[in-house]
C-alpha cells in the first residue's frame, strides 16, 4: 500500500509512463529469477530458509549433542 502511494516518489518512476514501469518491473523480475536460479544450483535452500533453520535448530542443539554423547557412552566398551 505504501509502495502504491509513495512508490512513484520513492522509486524515482515518476518520469516514466506504464510502458516504462512495465519494462522496469520485467527487469527487476528476470534479475530476480537469475539470482535464485544460480543461488539454487549451488545450494538446496534459500538464504531466508538457512537463516528460519538455524534460527529454529539452534535451541536443540545442546540436547542433541548431549543425547549423541550419551549414546556414545553407552556403546563405549
Given at each position: 500500500?505504501?509502495?502504491?502511494?509513495?512508490?512513484?516518489?520513492?522509486?524515482?518512476?515518476?518520469?516514466?509512463?506504464?510502458?516504462?514501469?512495465?519494462?522496469?518491473?520485467?527487469?527487476?523480475?528476470a534479475l530476480l529469477m537469475l539470482a535464485a536460479?544460480?543461488?539454487?544450483?549451488?545450494?538446496?535452500?534459500?538464504?531466508?530458509?538457512?537463516?528460519?533453520?538455524?534460527?529454529?535448530?539452534?535451541?536443540?542443539?545442546?540436547?542433541?549433542?548431549?543425547?549423541?554423547?550419551?549414546?556414545?557412552?553407552?556403546?563405549?566398551?
Amino acid at each position: 500500500m505504501a509502495l502504491h502511494r509513495y512508490g512513484e516518489w520513492a522509486l524515482r518512476l515518476g518520469p516514466l509512463n506504464s510502458v516504462g514501469t512495465i519494462v522496469a518491473w520485467a527487469g527487476i523480475s528476470a534479475l530476480l529469477m537469475l539470482a535464485a536460479y544460480l543461488w539454487l544450483r549451488r545450494f538446496r535452500q534459500g538464504p531466508f530458509e538457512l537463516v528460519w533453520r538455524a534460527a529454529v535448530d539452534a535451541p536443540f542443539r545442546h540436547v542433541d549433542r548431549a543425547r549423541e554423547r550419551r549414546r556414545r557412552e553407552k556403546e563405549a566398551p
